[in-house]
């Protein structure tokens, strides 16, 4: 999924390129279906995840950034109370890549 360019930033390994035709539609379309939306303003995914409590959103905010850390790709996102807007978009690509479709995955899957 996704060629690969250098990391700008230093980093080891490979960054992915930006998604594009058909292979951006198919890794798209399940997350659309599953709530996630594409951001007016750039090339990017949102997604507004609502949890019974602070404690609850903050700890899977917690889990969240331990595979973003893992991953070296980390979310946008901003807390009030029990509600987690999230943003997500690769800086270095200037749009979405397959990394944004792995954690978006992944925090779907950590809310259960």
Do not use: C
């Not at 594009?20 to 659309?32: F, Q």
């Amino acid at each position: 999924m996704g060629a690969v360019q250098e990391n700008d930033r230093g980093g080891p390994g490979m960054r992915p390129e930006k998604l594009a035709g058909a292979e951006r539609e198919a890794a798209l379309a399940p997350l659309l279906a599953a709530g996630w939306a594409m951001a007016e303003d750039r090339d990017a995914l949102t997604k507004t995840f609502r949890f019974k409590n602070f404690v609850t959103a903050f700890g899977w905010m917690t889990q969240v950034a331990i595979e973003a850390e893992k991953a070296d790709h980390h979310p946008e996102w901003f807390n009030v109370y029990k509600t987690v807007d999230v943003t997500l978009s690769t800086h270095d690509a200037g749009g979405l890549t397959v990394l944004d479709v792995a954690l978006a995955t992944r925090m779907d899957a950590l809310a259960g």
